[in-house]
């Protein structure tokens, strides 16, 4: 593992502990020697990061201490790439530009050695075959997941017949093959997954709905995949 990213580890380490840690954990954590720890505390002292304690006694991070944004190893860096580049399956223009954006962001901030890994990562990802949403904003559906809005929306089901329906969104879950909006629909009384490309119109209305601390997403989530459906 390369120095700096030990280094961070140690800090993130130090951070999530509820208590002092001492050198030994420390190096059984990061699978290096207590002397290295020594030396690595020594380094971030040096450095104005706030450690406070002591060989065997146990080393704190002092509150209120902020990394610097985005210190990355090179499997994160590759993470944030693959990830960005699989958000062009779920046929959503606005979450697309935001990959985009998030990988030029990336680009810019992240140490030199690891820029190739973002731009010019050697991954393929294949574009998936989840219908598009001619009928639905995609951005305005997930907004009034985010705000607990109801939905009132158009839908027409494999024969093609249209209902009129309010529905409480509740989350988007993405296949290969299909992008789904779960839901509490008013008209069944019950949970369901609206397809994309079936809703053929959406409007968002002032009536909110109580999430229930993720009650109604945890019921959701029971449900089989892909179904039932609207």
Request: one cysteine or more.
């Amino acid at each position: 593992m390369p120095r700096s990213d030990r280094l961070f580890d140690i800090i993130q380490a130090l951070r999530q502990a509820r208590k002092p840690m001492t050198a030994a954990a420390l190096a059984e954590a990061l699978e290096v020697t207590p002397r290295t720890v020594y030396r690595d505390i020594a380094t971030l002292q040096a450095r104005r990061v706030p450690i406070e304690g002591a060989a065997g006694v146990g080393y704190v991070l002092r509150k209120g201490f902020d990394l610097p944004p985005l210190m990355f190893t090179i499997d994160e860096v590759e993470a944030i790439a693959v990830g960005a580049r699989l958000l062009k399956r779920v046929k959503d223009p606005a979450l697309q530009q935001a990959a985009e954006a998030v990988l030029a962001k990336v680009s810019v901030v992240v140490p030199e050695r690891l820029r190739p890994h973002v731009a010019d990562a050697h991954v393929y990802v294949s574009p998936g075959m989840a219908a598009e949403a001619p009928g639905a904003d995609l951005a305005e559906i997930r907004a009034a997941i985010r705000d607990s809005r109801k939905l009132y929306i158009g839908y027409a089901d494999e024969q093609g017949r249209r209902t009129n329906r309010v529905i409480w969104p509740i989350a988007m879950a993405y296949y290969v093959d299909a992008t789904l909006v779960g839901a509490w629909c008013e008209l069944r009384t019950d949970y369901r997954n609206f397809r994309i490309e079936r809703i053929q119109s959406t409007k968002v209305l002032r009536d909110k709905f109580d999430q229930q601390g993720g009650k109604l997403f945890r019921e959701w989530s029971a449900l089989p995949k892909h179904g039932p459906g609207g």
